[in-house]
């Protein structure tokens, strides 16, 4: 059983940064994989972001690609979500989710993530 416990959200200006964490507990991230989704009310969570553990491959969302970064520290079994140049749209309810699976193309999908945080609120104003 993994546990996954989220921080870091809060509110920022527009062109402002946020560094998001999301840590485990319970085991560690190796052999997983770790999403960052974002979800506004009443609207579908979206991907944001993935990165492989092993691997630290990652991918993002076309709307994050060049502001978004993820990363890790294995001593602290954490992944970060640097958020640069934050725009109004960003704002949303961040979650972030573990999957106990290899890397491929599946990653942006929601429903093979089976552990979640709590989620964490970012907000941005113009």
């Known amino acids: 059983q993994v546990q996954l416990v989220e921080s870091g959200g809060g509110l920022r200006q527009a062109g402002g940064s946020l560094r998001l964490s999301c840590a485990a507990s319970?085991?560690?991230?190796?052999?997983?994989?770790i999403g960052w989704f974002r979800q506004l009310p009443g609207k579908e969570r979206e991907f944001v972001a993935a990165?492989?553990?092993?691997?630290?491959?990652?991918t993002y969302a076309d709307s994050v690609k060049g502001r978004f970064t993820s990363s890790r520290d294995s001593a602290k079994n954490t992944v970060y979500l640097q958020m640069y140049s934050l725009k109004p749209e960003d704002t949303a309810v961040y979650f972030c989710?573990?999957?106990?699976?290899?890397?491929?193309?599946?990653?942006?999908?929601?429903?093979?993530?089976?552990?979640w945080g709590q989620g964490t609120q970012v907000t941005v104003s113009s």
């Open positions: 319970g085991r560690t991230f190796s052999s997983y994989v």
């Open positions: 990165y492989n553990w092993d691997s630290r491959s990652t």
């Open positions: 989710a573990a999957a106990p699976r290899g890397w491929g193309p599946w990653v942006v999908g929601e429903e093979v993530y089976e552990y």
